[in-house]
T-cell receptor
Framework: NAGVMQNPRHLVRRRGQEARLRCSPM?????VYWYRQLPEEGLKFMVY????????ESGMPKERFSAEFPKEGPSILRIQQVVRGDSAAYFC??????????????FGSGTRLTVV | AQTVTQSQPEMSVQEAETVTLSCTYD???????LFWYKQPPSRQMILVIR??????QNATENRFSVNFQKAAKSFSLKISDSQLGDTAMYFC??????????????FGKGTKLSVKP
């Protein structure tokens, strides 16, 4: 039973390029959360998605960032025209279609994005 | 808005000894969940222990236990018989129980724990 799979593990982008981060939730999990971790900081919530729906994007920057969770395939976090301040570790977590706190969240290993 | 505070940026402990990591939080809710996550150098976020606010009994998982003081909004983690593999960042986190738009985790800034041989 594979856990939450994130790829790539490391991603290097030049300023102005696009970054695409992928997350496949655990089998049976239909809720996906994206978090960002800046150096020496805890994780900060970005967006919460269910299949084909964005439920809460209150933590997403208003520009350049978008997320999707299509009916088929992984969830994608997309960052357009990356800047140095986007350099961070991006984590995905999934939970079952129930009260998330009952089961906790299963995290992926994260994608470390470096903008040069 | 809910906040989580970890006042100890770094701690160290000798192998086999006991260490306690502090966490306080602020919320007006009466029901919620609290978590401790471990993040070793591999960066993987690993759930250590979970506490439901309406349960008075403190959660325990092997060498890990919590001291949950609801009135004081305090949720400390005690690690007994510390092992070298316990060396990691430890994050305290809070969430509402209902999932959905309130289900996201709110994290503290973490405590870096070093276990010394």
């Amino acid at each position: 039973n594979a856990g939450v799979m994130q790829n790539p593990r490391h991603l290097v982008r030049r300023r102005g390029q696009e970054a695409r981060l992928r997350c496949s939730p655990m089998k049976g999990h239909s809720h996906v959360y994206w978090y960002r971790q800046l150096p020496e900081e805890g994780l900060k919530f970005m967006v919460y998605l269910q299949k084909e729906n964005i439920i809460d994007e209150s933590g997403m920057p208003k520009e350049r960032f978008s997320a999707e969770f299509p009916k088929e395939g992984p969830s994608i976090l997309r960052i357009q025209q990356v800047v140095r301040g986007d350099s961070a570790a991006y984590f995905c977590a999934s939970s079952p279609p129930a009260r998330a706190g009952d089961y906790g969240y299963t995290f992926g290993s994260g994608t470390r994005l470096t903008v040069v | 808005a809910q906040t989580v505070t970890q006042s100890q940026p770094e701690m160290s402990v000798q192998e086999a000894e006991t260490v306690t990591l502090s966490c306080t939080y602020d919320t007006s809710e009466s029901n919620y969940y609290l978590f401790w996550y471990k993040q070793p150098p591999s960066r993987q976020m690993i759930l250590v222990i979970r506490q439901e606010a309406y349960k008075q009994q403190n959660a325990t998982e092997n060498r890990f236990s919590v001291n949950f003081q609801k009135a004081a909004k305090s949720f400390s983690l005690k690690i007994s018989d510390s092992q070298l593999g316990d060396t990691a960042m430890y994050f305290c986190a809070f969430c509402h129980p209902y999932g959905g738009s309130q289900g996201n985790l709110i994290f503290g800034k973490g405590t870096k724990l070093s276990v010394k041989p």
